[in-house]
């Protein structure tokens, strides 16, 4: 069963876009058409002497290449070293004009075309094999196409702006690459040349747009139409189609987060940001890019720690639990065509979180510094506090929610996606906690992982999957190839929101999806749900879990539990059996079980970077961490956690469940506040409900149906509750739903 499956994204072949009308005309006419303009020469002439600015740092680099040669002459990691080389020696270039630039850039652009891993060798043609004979695809094809983005994307470019410095003989064989790149591109198997939202994909869309802008005139010249048809491609099927259609409901880029994560995203984005400027100077207009940007820099807001660290939601090589915000996803709000207000605030958070100049040895993206240098626009501070306290990542799946943006603040992820890319993880339900700078909650997933016991993630056993599977979720929860999940049975957030009165943020994970096989739903369970509840406070938050499956009569045949797990980087230590408590620097987590039974164990995270050879059964984690260990016994388990997030010398919250019927009260009260959490069975909805008369917030999570709900709220007296009772509302009557979330005062009077 393989961890990831491709959506298909109904692409043309290349013979078929043909027929269709371009958008624009070819282009054609002088070079460079790429980005540069005379502007954008004339910004960068005025600070190339400028310390430290990337036009400054240009010309140092790409005299450090020419004077000395031998640290450049291995390619590296996929021609990167090259990339860095010619890079900064076509800044260097336009800026001064100088002949010494022009032939540097010109060694290494010829080293990129030629080359496989060092200067001279020859073999870029012939890989993998040393060079006897050309192969159908030569170096583009390494790796499965990731040497789109280095060898073919920048040798496009190269050629473009170095494009009348070189001899006739140069431009003849890199048409002779060309051909060979194309057609690696153009090839039906070439991996993710198709799907939006891969790393892949971004690096196929760049040297693409930069192939077709720089080349398809001279392909007209040379064979009638061939050009044409190429750029045709270009601007109706892949810019046109596949990555207009991103933006679409259950597509990856909507909300601006990556799937694969963010060790992939700062390159991908800035990519697509770099080609659709590309495509806009052409005349392509993009009406959905500059929304996206605007995405992607309100993402990269949200999913920063109370302590400007960056969640990764995906696979990753760093051994800690969040990264340093990465400049390049800003560098491509800026450089890409955004709006300018987007392009303003970018600049004002590069600004404020003080973003370290990448250094000199090791910097591939000084073009691209130095295209923001040229923006004009005045950087921005971006008003936090005007902000709402959550966002949704629907492409993602990733919820970002905090009590505030402060530095003290706790900052929450509750994540709910089916594996739509290869770098994701099968941890539908997964939850991460930070208060301010104490990571609580953690996710060590090893880089790989294809094991839901890594995370924090629920799963079950299931008794279809095939054993090396076992006890994980699948990765069927999206797509069935070759057809897509109806949205129904998709892994997905029924519901995410936030009040933005209250502060409470709630999500309702449905991840029955994850238990199918194929085109096979689970036998033994029919429901499968996490609820997750925000409850903030003054200097902390509780955070109430509800974990409810629904299981069928085949159960009884294979009465697996319901496994659950909380790790963090604090020892947790267990008490009773139904609680455990974890200390984080000055920050304390306790997890207390309000509502079923269950087993526990308290044990250390084994630390391994690869879950290799286990599959479903692995639980090392990339870092060291500790893991409360939580089995919930059938038939239909359910369970409910309170996640309390304080400082460690703060009195803990009360709070208890209380069951009336089919109806469930959890009552938290902290910082003078009552929150009374309401739901009732799995799939059935409450009409009615009984809570302390205390100064609080109500959170129904099964309320009736329809977006506006009725609340008739009664005193008793003798009780000292109130008794509210429920309606589905008609028009603009009643309070917002899915969930409803109202104050209630002492005196049982209810506001939204």
Known sequence: MPRFRRILQGTLLFLVATALPALAAVPSGPHPRIWLTPQIVASWQAIQSVPNSPVNRAITKCNNARLDPADYSDGQFQGFRWVEALDACLVAYETTRSALHRDTAIKYWTALMDDAQTVGDGDGPCYPNSCGSPTPFGIAAQDAGYSMRTYVAWTALGYDWLHDDLSPTLRARYATRFKQWLAFHMDPDSFERADTGSNYHAGHVLAVTLMAIGHADEMDAATAGTGTSLWTYVTNEMWGHIMAAAQ?????????????????????????????????????????????????????????????????????????????????????????????????????????????????????????????????????????????????????????????????????????????????????????????????????????????????????SQPHFNPEYRPSQASWGEVNPPDIVPAGLSTRFLLARSSPSTGVAVTRCDYAGQFRFQGNASAIVGVARREIVLLPGTTGASVLVRDALATRAAYSATPNPLLLRFRSLGTFVASGGDRARAVVGGSALLVRRLAGAATTAVHPVTVDDSCDPLQGACTVGRFASSEWNVQVPGPNPSSVHLLDVDSTTAATPLAATRTDGTVSVTTVQRDGKQYAVVWTAVGTRLSSYEAPALNGVHVVLDPPAGNRVTVTATRNQATNTCRMQLATATGTAGFTSLPLIVKVSPTCVVSE
């Open 248 to 460: 679409a409901p259950r597509r990856p880029m909507l909300g601006g987060d990556w799937a694969e994560g963010w060790e992939y995203g700062p390159l991908s984005v800035a990519s697509y940001a770099l080609a659709g400027r590309a495509m806009v100077q052409q005349g392509v207009q993009q009406p959905w890019i500059g929304p996206w940007l605007h995405a992607v820099l309100i993402r990269q807001v949200y999913a920063l720690t109370p302590n400007n660290r960056t969640f990764i939601g995906g696979d990753v090589q760093n051994e800690a639990p969040t990264l340093e915000p990465d400049p390049l996803p800003l560098y491509g709000v800026i450089a890409g065509p955004a709006a300018a207000a987007d392009k303003a605030q970018a600049k004002g958070e590069i600004a404020r979180l003080a973003l370290p100049t990448p250094a000199l040895n090791g910097d591939f993206t000084l073009l691209t510094q130095s295209l923001v240098a040229a923006e004009t626009t005045p950087a921005q501070t971006i008003n936090r506090a005007a902000l709402p306290v959550s966002y949704l990542a629907a492409g993602s799946g990733n919820f970002y929610a905090r009590t505030s943006f402060a530095p003290t603040g706790t900052w929450l992820v509750s994540q709910c996606r089916g594996i739509i890319s290869n770098h994701q993880h099968v941890d539908a339900g997964n939850i991460t906690l930070t208060r301010g700078a104490d990571d609580l909650l953690v996710d060590p997933s090893p880089y790989g992982s294809q094991s839901t016991l890594t995370g924090n993630a629920p799963t079950m």
